[in-house]
């Protein structure tokens, strides 16, 4: 079974900067790549599929890129909104998570 | 617009069996294009894959290894929705339950989601 690793677990930043996370798969599997934003109560939301399409209403500052086993979600200028948890998946595996907070 | 609303009991007693099931609108559960999935999330498993059911032609389900001899997850036509039971369940399967659609037929992407369920297992 494919290990999808995320890093850092969590990280603290401050509004207006950019945000870098990464999500290694154990084996090239393809470039479907999905990542999702998780608020606390709430369940996931798809933020961006196919590596780097970013899905319908999802704002620009997020960006996704990578291929083969490395993938990285950007968010451009980090909005108080963004606090949240951020999940990798691909195939049926999903990644670890990485909490993001406001300084 | 798909939605995806989730039903069943939020706490189930140890060694039965654990029952939910999802309400599709906007999409229907015999589309030859989508699958819909049981996933669940727990502080120490995190988001966990359990099954899904699809429609190809004729009617498909794949279950994760972890739970293969426990799981059933099974269409209805007639109200649009599928359902999960797991048997046998324990402590460990306390979670929140969340039913989701793939709907990308090159690669696999959950969306949407259900409002999840949080289940408990406990007499």
């Known amino acids: 079974d494919i290990q999808m690793t995320q890093s850092p677990s969590t990280l603290s930043a401050s509004v207006g900067d950019r945000v870098i996370i990464n999500c290694r798969a154990s084996?090239?599997?393809?470039?479907?790549l999905a990542w999702y934003q998780q608020k606390p109560g709430k369940a996931p939301k798809i933020l961006i599929y196919?590596?780097?399409t970013l899905e319908s209403g999802v704002p620009s500052r997020f960006s996704g890129s990578g291929s083969g086993t490395e993938f990285t979600l950007t968010i451009s200028s980090l909005q108080p909104d963004d606090s949240a948890t951020y999940y990798c998946?691909?195939?049926?595996?999903f990644g670890g998570g990485t909490k993001v907070e406001i300084k | 617009q798909v939605q995806l609303q989730q039903s069943g009991p939020g706490l189930v007693k140890p060694s039965q069996t654990l029952s939910l099931t999802c309400a599709i609108s906007?999409?229907?559960?015999?589309?030859?294009?989508?699958?819909w999935n049981w996933i669940r999330q727990s502080p120490s498993r995190g988001l966990e894959w359990l099954g899904r059911?699809?429609?190809?032609?004729?009617?498909?389900?794949d279950y994760a290894v972890a739970v293969k001899s426990r799981i059933i997850i099974n269409p209805d036509t007639s109200k649009n929705q599928f359902s999960l039971q797991l048997s046998s369940v324990t402590a460990e399967d306390t979670a929140v339950y969340y039913c989701?659609?793939?709907?990308?037929?090159?690669?696999?992407?959950?969306?949407?989601w259900g409002q999840g369920t949080l289940v408990t297992v406990s007499s």
């Open positions: 989701a659609r793939d709907w990308a037929v090159a690669g696999t992407t959950f969306d949407p």
């Open positions: 906007g999409d229907t559960v015999s589309s030859s294009s989508a699958a």
């Open positions: 059911t699809y429609y190809r032609s004729k009617w498909y389900s």
């Open positions: 084996q090239s599997f393809n470039s479907w």
């Open positions: 196919k590596a780097s």
């Open positions: 998946q691909q195939g049926l595996t």
